[in-house]
Structures are given as structure tokens and as C-alpha cells.
């Protein structure tokens, strides 16, 4: 057991972590347009017009999954800042800084989606609504990370900044989940549950899952294949980054 640990923590290593996402993200990449292409013919083709809806709902197989992963994009970020604070790992401020964008670009995706959604059925494009605000919020959150990370010269001072950041930011992402449920909103409530059977056809709930799935490939897919160019910015004055055969040539 001891050694299994020991193994799994040489990837904390830069170096040791550098081969290992190479060889991965190209793989959760075609995962990703695997899902998207089966998620997009389910979700827009083979699932039902809603009696109440139309046509336009059709939008929620992008937004819920933007949705969903904006919001798990941040708490795994959360994860890797603690895991920096309380290790020093170089990897961790690595992790952070290659999720963060592509968390900013869910979370556009969300409102936007939103927008395109919310005009027919509430006749506004935009409506201070308690999750849409806090929404609104995390996407800020997430810009915020970025330039406050990207104004320090220092990787490591950085790194512990933006951590500070991530984790009293991540006292929002429950905001979101509930505020539904504490306040009087606009925005319906989870059409998806863990607790009860779901409100919707089976063929809209596969395809909203697919979309979500392809979602989650996709950002471990893009965070992977950008820790990797952090890792070489950062490393590139190390011996082991001179001998890399990409480097050599």
C-alpha cells in the first residue's frame, strides 16, 4: 500500500507529471468529440419538443453542462490550491493556472446560454435573478484569478495568491447550487436529481448527460494538454526540459 502512494505521488513531480499528460489528453480530447457529436444528435435531433417549451429548450443540452462544469471546474481548483498550501507543490499552482480559463470560458458559456434561453421564456435577456448573479459572480471570480495570478512576476507568489483566492471564492459554488431553493427565483429548479427520479424524457436526460460528459473530457483534455506548456515555461532553465526530445528539436 505504501508503495502504491509512493508511486502515485512521484506525479506531484513536474517532470514525472509532464510524459503522463502527454499521453493522456489526447485521448480524453477524442472522448470528448465523442460524447459532443452524441450528445448534440441526441440533444437536438432524437429528444422530444417540450409541450411547454418548444423548440427552444433545446438549448439546456449546452447550458446545464456549461453549467455543471463551471462551477466543478472551480472546486477542483480549490482542490489543487489546498493541496498547494498545504504541500508546496509546484504542480498544484501549475493545475490551477491551466483549469482557470477554460472554468471562465464554462461559466461565459453558462450565461450566455442563459441569455439565449431566458429571452423567450422570460422576454429578457438579462434579469438579476439570484443564480444568474451568482453565476455572473463566479465568472468574475474566475477573471479575477486570472489577472491576479498574471500580475505577479513571481510563479510561486502567484500561485499562493490566486490559492487565497480559489478557496474563499468557493464559498459561492453552494450559493449557486441553492439559491433556488432560498430564494424566489426565475430560474427553475434542477431537472436532475440525486435524490428523486428526473422530470424529463429519458432520450433529453442522455443527451444532457452525454453533453456534460463530453464537457468533462474536454477540460481535462484542454487543462492537460496546457499544464504542459506551463510546465515547460516554468522549467525551461532545468536540465530535464533542455533534454526533452521536443526541445532538442
Not at 62 to 88: D, K, Q
Not at 114 to 137: C, F, H, N, Q, Y
Not at 177 to 199: C, D, E, I, M
Amino acid at each position: 500500500m505504501n508503495n502504491r502512494l509512493i508511486n502515485w505521488f512521484k506525479f506531484a513531480s513536474p517532470q514525472s507529471f509532464y510524459p503522463l499528460a502527454g499521453r493522456l489528453w489526447p485521448w480524453f480530447a477524442a472522448l470528448a468529440a465523442i460524447f459532443c457529436l452524441a450528445g448534440l444528435w441526441l440533444g437536438f435531433f432524437v429528444a422530444p419538443t417540450d409541450a411547454q417549451q418548444g423548440e427552444g429548450y433545446r438549448i439546456i443540452f449546452v447550458h446545464v453542462a456549461a453549467s455543471w462544469m463551471s462551477m466543478f471546474i472551480y472546486c477542483v481548483i480549490a482542490f489543487w490550491a489546498a493541496i498547494g498550501i498545504v504541500f508546496n507543490t509546484r504542480l498544484s499552482g501549475m493545475m490551477t493556472s491551466a483549469l482557470a480559463p477554460t472554468g471562465a470560458l464554462f461559466a461565459f458559456l453558462s450565461l450566455w446560454t442563459g441569455a439565449l434561453w431566458g429571452k423567450p421564456m422570460w422576454g429578457a435577456w438579462w434579469v438579476w435573478d439570484a443564480r444568474l448573479t451568482s453565476e455572473l459572480i463566479l465568472f468574475f471570480l474566475y477573471l479575477g484569478f486570472i489577472a491576479l495570478t498574471a500580475a505577479i512576476d513571481d510563479p510561486r507568489r502567484a500561485d499562493r495568491a490566486g490559492a487565497i483566492l480559489a478557496l474563499v471564492g468557493v464559498v459561492n459554488i453552494p450559493v449557486i447550487y441553492f439559491s433556488v431553493k432560498w430564494w424566489n427565483t426565475l430560474h427553475q429548479g434542477a431537472s436532475v436529481s440525486l435524490t428523486r427520479a428526473p422530470s424529463m424524457a429519458q432520450t433529453m436526460l442522455w443527451g444532457m448527460l452525454l453533453m456534460a460528459l463530453a464537457f468533462w473530457m474536454y477540460a481535462i483534455a484542454i487543462a492537460l494538454y496546457r499544464v504542459r506548456v506551463i510546465i515547460l515555461e516554468r522549467e525551461r532553465h532545468t536540465t530535464w526540459v533542455a533534454d526533452l526530445p521536443e526541445i532538442k528539436a
